[in-house]
């Protein structure tokens, strides 16, 4: 059954790290069993909004709800598939010993460490040590610690970075049945061409959503002919309005 | 906290160590090593008998406290941690499960230095050989407890090294190695009653003369409630929210 009601909602959300002010009053809504894109340049905030919608982050004021319940709640610990940034792996374990371990905390069954291992294509590597392992495959390694156990909502920080052109195609591939199956799926990327794979898109820009629409409605709405062009538009039209910028 | 996945989080952590024979060598041989090299230096004069049992205490101290604590900083810092905490896992699992882990490393580590020193060093023991494993091991616990507390206030490796000295040196100095404790001014004195390897020493020296073991087995409640007082210490630094 496709869970359409919103996955994650958050109002006036404002995160602080120190004195600095890192997201500034967010509000946010993002549909059940959808690909929503969360695009930006480095260091406008997308990590810092995953993490708040994790419930790693310490929140400054304003509220995030996952499936209706408070961000962070305990019940959503085995709701929740997050991978971040950087592989948070053992570099010391083999693949499958990594997958088994966080398996095993899950709670999942055995089974799923085949699952996993099949979905992100790592069957050749899955005895070797994380530590030898190439940049591409650690950060898969990481992805498939994410898919285990059965998560409505998969964050992903990135999942794409580093990887071949034909990897990313097949990862675009799996996220898209996932959704299908009825799993939320919030992707973080700074690669404009990846937008088209979302159904739709946030932007985020010093702090701020700057748009929130449909691939197909942000081309529309920008009159340009592809996503980069777009992103682009909206960034320089936010810029221009000064730091007041409107969400979309 | 569930004994399931505090016994997969120790499991973990064994593999990890698995994986490094190396580390699981110079744990076993270093101590004995260093031992041997004492009872060597202070061949046919009375002072291995006063120092060797300070040493079976020492060293699992030394060496748990950096183990863990390097260990859990790369926790920290890999993002593995911060991976657990938004699971299903209880702070206490964590915990607990390096405190299963390296308890046993502790003890063959115990159980390796206690039988060298005595069988192949010739060091005296009038008491019972499994109380000095025991207290072998608490000491290694209390290691780990204060390694994993130490992580929390280091940003790299190279500082937590840096805690070692800190933790460590004082401790030895003033543990009654090497002058008795109730030979030290009052002061020093003062300051070792609040030491838990003093009551780590005085046990061992304890066993040594084949004393009572109600007296030893106080000396090991104190020290195992230095070791609690860490470990909830520690559990108050592993945060799932983060600022």
Known sequence: MIDTRDAVVAHALVVRRGRTEILHSVDLRVAGGQVVGLLGPSGAGKTTLMRAIIGAQHIGSGTVEVFGRPAGHRVLRRQ??????????????????????????????????????????????????????????????????????????LVLDEPTVGLDPVLREELWGLFARLAASGTTL????????????CDRLLLVREGRIIADDTPAGLLASTGASDHDEAFLRLVRRDAASGTGGEAA | MSPRLTFATAGRVLTQIRHDPRTIGLLLVVPALLIGLIAWIFDDTPVFDQVGPAMLGMFPFIVMFLVTSITTLRERRSGTLERLLVLPLGKGDFIGGYALAFGLLATAQAVVAVGWAVWGCGLEIDGELWMLVLVAVVNGLLGTMLGLLASAFASTEFQVVQFMPVIVAPQILLG?????????PDALQAISDWLPLSYSIDALNLVQDGSDGGQVIADVLVVAAFAVGALVLAALTLRRRTR
């Open chain 1, 80 to 153: 929740l598939g997050y991978m971040a940034q950087s592989a948070a792996i053992y570099d010391d374990l083999t693949v499958e010993q990594n997958l088994d371990y966080f398996r095993r905390v899950l709670g999942a069954p055995a089974s799923d460490v085949d699952r996993v291992v099949a979905e992100v294509g790592l069957d050749p590597v899955r005895r070797n040590l994380a530590s030898r392992l190439s940049g591409g495959q650690r950060s898969r390694v990481s992805l498939g610690v994410a898919l285990l156990g059965a998560p409505r909502l």
């Open chain 1, 186 to 197: 919030l992707v973080s990327s700074h690669v404009m061409d990846e937008a088209r794979r």
């Open chain 2, 176 to 184: 009654g190695i090497f002058l008795p404790r109730d030979q030290m």
